[in-house]
């Protein structure tokens, strides 16, 4: 007799549906965070300041940083009559008070569904204005949280500025890379790495310093940092663009490639060996020059660390939830350290998530996980109790279901609200995938204590 879990399907939903603690973030805030990305940047919501409020606060809660976002501060007399006017004088505002370079404008549900026409709106400011000087470049993303989740949002945003932005011409030798929505730490990484490779890298966006700066005497209005709109403008003259997401749809590089025939590469997320490995192979055939020795003794330990705690984690199952790229690299990840997947769920709706970790697990896994998109943690918790799960892996937002399992959970992603420093977390190349295995390593290691009665130490 097979003593299997069973395989949990999935039931249709009815034509209305109640989600309960959605598993995914609203779109207008992801754009919010590309924006911020940007040199002398200011984000800034069509629609009503709740919005702006609750924004700032969630991001605030993960990266410990302030965050302004502009709003056009909408009422109900707006929702009736447009909300025009005061998109043009909250412009006004935001450029008189933090002099930005770039103003970076998303919709929200209340002007999508009233219909505000943001363009034609740029386009009488633009009118008004005419002659005036010291006006900062404006782009606009069309962002309506019913449609879509925070990573749309981010990669949205991200399309637009390479759309609104980027100029063509000469080709040059800079290389784009647009990893996604990734923490500060991993930015940092990355730009560590093309520099190693003796490339030059135009990264979009750039949250290492905006979203993790150091302590300053002084509050500056527009924190540091974030890539140059300098460099923005000359992506469309770069010998290629790198992007780390295999369930991407449109996306800056596709921009760049049709636009401005700059040829794209697009990877998965360079989480654990696997993924790093196919990563490096890259810089090395762009580069012209073999992989670094720093790196590859990282790698070396890395595969050391595999041996020496690989009897903590073998055969251990695990629930991921969270964004889609990112589950794709986590999934790869587990796999290789001998961590079975057994449920995989995401509030996005790409479809294709399942090809996506089939494709990067396939060779590496028993047997596929089961795979969910438009999940909630409703959902997810009830199937998660008939799978027998060692461990969770995903942001805060699935902690209540891991101390209903009284199993442990490996934070990463986006949001970590319950404990400092998810802005330095770091699962990206070799480095990150040696972070990750720590704590998995870790965090079984203290679950077999905790359950002992007498524990284990050594003398």
Excluded: W
């Excluded at 043009?88 to 450029?95: F, H, I, R, Y």
């Excluded at 762009?286 to 041996?307: C, F, M």
């Excluded at 990750?436 to 002992?452: C, G, H, P, R, T």
């Amino acid at each position: 007799m097979s003593t299997n879990p069973p395989t949990f399907k999935k039931p249709r939903k009815p034509n209305y549906i109640s989600t309960t603690n959605a598993c995914k973030l609203c779109t207008p805030l992801g754009a919010c965070l590309a924006f911020k990305g940007i040199e002398g940047a200011v984000p800034y919501l069509h629609g009503s300041q709740g919005c702006a409020t609750y924004m700032r606060r969630y991001i605030i809660s993960h990266y410990n940083e302030p965050i302004d976002i502009a709003s056009s501060s909408l009422s109900e007399k707006h929702a009736v009559y447009g909300g025009g006017p005061n998109l043009k004088l909250g412009l006004t505002n935001v450029a008189a008070k933090y002099r930005p370079q770039l103003i970076g404008i998303a919709t929200t549900c209340l002007t999508e569904t009233i219909g505000d026409d943001v363009k034609m709106y740029l386009h009488q400011y633009a009118e008004d204005t005419k002659g005036s000087v010291g006006l900062p470049l404006f782009v606009n993303v069309s962002t309506p949280s019913y449609s879509g989740t925070h990573m749309e949002g981010f990669h949205a945003a991200i399309r637009e500025v390479v759309a609104q932005v980027s100029e063509g011409g000469p080709r040059g030798e800079v290389v784009n890379l647009l990893p996604g929505f990734v923490s500060s730490a991993d930015y940092r990484l990355l730009a560590e790495i093309m520099a190693d490779f003796g490339l030059g890298c135009t990264l979009l966006p750039d949250l290492s310093e905006t979203m993790d700066g150091p302590a300053l005497l002084e509050y500056e209005k527009i924190q540091g940092g974030g890539t140059p709109i300098a460099a923005i403008k000359a992506m469309g003259r770069s010998q290629a663009t790198i992007e780390f997401g295999p369930t991407l749809a449109a996306t800056g590089g596709t921009v760049l490639a049709e636009k401005f025939s700059v040829p794209n590469h697009r990877l998965g997320m360079p989480v654990g060996i696997r993924e790093t490995d196919a990563f490096f192979s890259l810089l090395e055939t762009i580069s012209g020059r073999p992989t670094p020795e720093k790196y590859a003794k990282q790698r070396g330990r890395l595969v050391d660390a595999y041996v020496d705690a690989h009897k903590y984690v073998f055969g251990k199952r695990a629930i991921l939830y969270g964004e889609e790229d990112l589950l794709v690299g986590m999934c790869s990840f587990l796999a290789e350290i001998g961590v079975q997947p057994v449920l995989c769920a995401s509030g996005g709706t790409s479809g294709k998530l399942k090809a996506a970790i089939a494709a990067a697990t396939g060779d590496t896994l028993p047997e596929q996980p089961q795979v969910f998109e438009g999940m909630d943690f409703f959902e997810i918790s009830e199937i998660a109790e008939t799978l027998q799960p060692d461990l969770v892996v995903g942001h805060s937002k699935g902690y209540p279901l891991a101390k209903k399992l009284n199993i442990p959970l490996i934070r990463v992603g986006f949001p970590i609200h319950d404990r400092v420093g998810g802005q330095r977390i770091l699962h990206l190349g070799y480095a990150g995938a040696q972070h990750l295995f720590d704590m998995v390593a870790n965090a079984m290691i203290e679950k077999k204590q905790d359950d002992s009665p007498v524990g284990y130490f050594y003398m």
